[in-house]
């Protein structure tokens, strides 16, 4: 039944106060969450489409860890006007029970909806009042006897995310969020609360108290404003935040080149926000840290802005005397107390007299920055960071060779996203990050400075070792160091084991790993390791919890904005999309997010492998692990042949039970699989023209729980000698992130018999 065809059909209006409401032809883009306590306890997600909500009930509610899957039960349209539907159901009616609004605003798809429902994969960002950044619903295939669709709602790695352990915001917001009440009163029927930040005739008095408090509680100034904030809302309708979390850009090889793009110089600084609320005015951290009487006057220029309330994104830098900004000469001037040379360099706007501005285009917001800032833009502290009307690889290469950092490229139609994703790109000159200090090293020439700091990141929920950076200090900063680091003297190492460069005579001291530091180097080495590194400054605007390794996304990975092309271009786009003889669809599509891997990046990597890979892999039988939207949508083993992937470049042989299985010839075969979203590749240890014989065997070591890499080494040195008693010779080969494969040609050999003898070596080893 199209439309709300089934909605009314459910439901009798002369006993419901639900809206029968209707189709709107208007297309908008609202977004509601309704707790809904029927016979189970759920929340349904509604999303507007083509003048209607388009509705999962998600039987545990959303949750903001990345790894969490919630069930999302499809169910039938519902009309626009049951966004504001807050109340409760007849017992006996259908959905009988209480509903709470308990999320709104817009959404935001990321690409087309309609094609993202009809193949199972809707990609979306969430601007409500409790839940924000990016989504995914994935649907399941149905099973025998199901009626509805199943899908899978799992919220996207990104500023926005939680951890496991931190709190459950369905625990932490409970309240509705148009009426304050909580299910029980809205059961009973209670009068709507005065919600936080709305219009009230004793506002002047709840300001008052509030900063009679802070005062009280021995709060700053600026404290005592932001609790006072909390009981005031903004003239002009939107409320001010009292932070936004950043938007981050992602490191990525090259610059894009197409049109859509605007680019900026890359500052060496500390992000800054600035907040205006009446003439209060404060410069906060990434971390959202209170850092105002550091820039003094930076905030006082900031407060001569013509603007009631504002959110300015900017980054607070010092410039050396070639006019490019020096992190290590911020970090002396702040020592020195010195703010003559401090510049902000403003590049966003998020929020602007009771307007929030984070949905519009970024070239609208970068438009309005210009004409807020005005004349405080001529020769004070505030500097606009200017769009370079210049291609961004030209660009580049002109930063570099002016000893700039490196280049920002940005999407001029986005919007303002929180947290790290691909809408902002960073191009750097030299490789520069954040490193975590877990050790350090007395320097020989002064028992009271350091000489070297052991450098660490996170990654995988633990510590791993980056090496030693001993070069870009000076004598009083190292001996800086050298203090804040004995107060944080552990006498156990960070890591899980001691790093071999760590052990003997010339050791780290081990600290408590706190400390951040900024490090420039030139790359990295097979181990892992900085190569020539050199200390920049401390970060102390930065926690040790969220260094990781920085990781260049591949060109390709990046989708370039959209642009005017001739009949030409797309003739030539189309060529770009052939791999050998096999056309990608979608070749951008990232298959693995955590380190930007496109469907693209797999093919050439096959391509470059295939010449070691074809003999593992040609005429046998293989079976693949499946996932068409990537490494983090949903995913199938494959054995069969099947819809999905080209068949022409795949060659089926029968197998005894009279099944086609898949086997191929030649590098478009394996491109085949790679275009089917084939990401694990699994061949049989027999050819596909005798499939009751083994050739090979393969002990497959996988480590338990609290099993070290040592002890996996340990047993596959095992496996070869017990095999080598045999006369067999064995090869080793690593498997997914933990494991060892222990590999054995072999004779031909039917089955049975190798079977026999594997379960007789792994029994003898057990024993």
């Known amino acids: 039944m199209a439309g709300l065809k089934t909605y009314k059909a459910k439901r009798r209006f002369d006993v419901t106060s639900e809206p029968e409401g209707k189709v709107h032809g208007k297309r908008g883009h609202a977004y509601v969450i309704q707790k809904h306590a029927a016979t189970r306890l759920h929340y349904d997600l509604r999303l507007e489409l083509d003048g209607v909500m388009k509705s999962w ?13 919630r069930l999302a039960v499809e169910v039938e349209d519902h009309p626009i006007e049951y966004n504001k539907f807050e109340g409760t159901i007849p017992k006996g009616q259908y959905g009988g029970g209480t509903v709470m609004i308990w999320d709104r605003g817009s959404w935001e798809p990321e690409y087309d909806p309609h094609k993202g429902l009809e193949k199972g994969h809707l990609q979306f960002f969430l601007h409500g009042e409790k839940l924000h950044g990016g989504w995914h619903l994935v649907r399941m295939h149905r099973r025998p006897g199901e009626k509805r669709n199943n899908w ?3 919220k996207q790695k990104d500023g926005e995310a939680r951890r496991e352990r931190d709190k459950d915001i369905l625990e932490e ?4 969020a148009t009426t304050g009440r909580t299910m029980d009163e809205i059961t009973q029927g209670a009068p709507k609360r005065k919600r936080k930040g709305t219009k009230s005739k004793s506002r002047k008095p709840a300001r008052k108290a509030a900063a009679k408090k802070a005062k009280k509680t021995g709060f ?9 904030a909390a009981v ?4 002009s309708g939107a409320i001010l935040p009292d932070f936004i979390e950043p938007e981050l850009a992602t490191l990525t090889e090259k610059a894009p080149s197409s049109d859509g793009w605007i680019h900026e110089i890359k500052f060496d600084g500390y992000r800054l926000q600035a907040r205006l609320d009446q003439g209060d005015v404060r410069l906060l951290t990434r971390k959202a840290l209170d850092w105002t009487t550091k820039f003094q006057p930076v905030a006082d220029a900031l407060g001569r802005l013509r603007a009631k309330t504002a959110l300015i994104d900017g980054e607070l830098v010092v410039e050396d005397d070639a006019g490019a900004s020096s992190f290590s000469l911020l970090q002396q001037d702040l020592k020195d107390h010195r703010t003559d040379r401090m510049k902000f360099y403003v590049f966003d706007l998020m929020h602007l007299n ?14 309005q920055l210009t004409a807020l800032l005005g004349r405080e833009a001529k020769g004070g502290p505030l500097v606009l960071s200017e769009s370079i009307d210049e291609s961004g690889p030209v660009l580049y290469k002109h930063a570099c060779r002016l000893g700039l950092e490196g280049i920002i490229s940005k999407r001029a139609d986005a919007p303002y996203r929180p947290g790290r994703g691909h809408d902002w790109l960073k191009i750097k000159c030299h490789d520069r990050q954040e490193f975590i200090v877990t050790g350090f090293v007395p320097s020989t020439a002064d028992a009271h400075s350091i000489g070297a700091l052991v450098l660490a990141y996170n990654e995988g929920g633990k510590l791993h070792y980056a090496g030693r950076v001993g070069t870009g200090y000076t004598h009083k900063v190292a001996r800086d160091l050298f203090r804040r680091l004995s107060a944080l003297r552990q006498k156990q190492t960070p890591f899980d084991t001691v790093p071999a460069e760590e052990r003997g005579k010339n050791g780290a001291l081990w600290v408590e790993p706190k400390l951040v530091v900024e490090i420039e180097f030139r790359g990295w080495t097979h181990g892992a390791r900085v190569r020539q590194a050199s200390f920049q400054g401390i970060r102390e605007d930065k926690s040790a919890k969220e260094v990781v390794r920085e990781r260049k996304v591949a060109a390709a990975a990046v989708k370039e904005a959209p642009t005017k092309r001739s009949a030409l271009t797309a ?8 791999v050998g003889h096999v056309r990608l669809t979608h070749p951008d599509r990232v298959y693995w997010e955590d380190a930007g891997v496109t469907k693209r990046d797999l093919a050439e990597y096959y391509t470059k492998v295939w010449k070691w890979m074809a003999p593992h892999a040609v005429d046998r039988v293989i079976a693949i692990v499946r996932c068409p939207e990537g490494a983090t949508g949903e995913c199938f083993f494959q054995k069969h042949a099947s819809a999905g992937i080209e068949a022409k470049f795949l060659h089926l042989v029968k197998e005894p039970d009279g099944d086609k299985s898949i ?4 590098i478009d075969g394996l491109l085949a699989l790679a275009q089917g979203g084939g990401l694990e590749i699994h061949v049989r240890g027999s050819s596909a023209n005798k499939l009751e014989h083994a050739d090979r065997l393969v002990f497959d070591l996988d480590p338990g729980p609290g099993v070290k890499w040592n002890d996996i080494i340990a047993a596959a040195r095992d496996v070869r000698e017990r095999l080598a008693g045999v006369n067999l010779k064995s090869f080793v080969k690593t498997s997914g992130g933990k494991g060892l494969h222990v590999v054995v040609p072999i004779k031909s050999t039917p089955w049975d018999e190798a079977k026999d003898f594997c379960r007789a070596l792994a029994e003898a080893m057990e024993a």
């Not at 998600?58 to 990345?66: A, D, F, I, K, Y």
């Not at 917001?173 to 509705?176: D, I, K, Y």
């Not at 003739?571 to 052939?578: C, F, S």
Request: a positive charge; glycine letters at 6%; aromatic letters at 0%.
């Open 57 to 69: 009930a998600v039987t545990r509610g959303p949750s903001l860890v990345p790894g969490e899957k």
């Open 152 to 154: 899978l709602l799992i």
């Open 173 to 176: 917001e409970p309240l509705s």
């Open 220 to 228: 700053r100034k600026s404290a005592a404003l932001t609790a006072t």
């Open 232 to 235: 005031r809302r903004s003239q």
């Open 354 to 367: 009771g307007q929030d501005l984070r949905p519009r285009p970024l070239d609208e917001r970068k438009a």
């Open 571 to 578: 003739a030539k786009k189309k060529a770009d999309d052939m």
């Open 663 to 666: 086997t191929i010839k030649d």
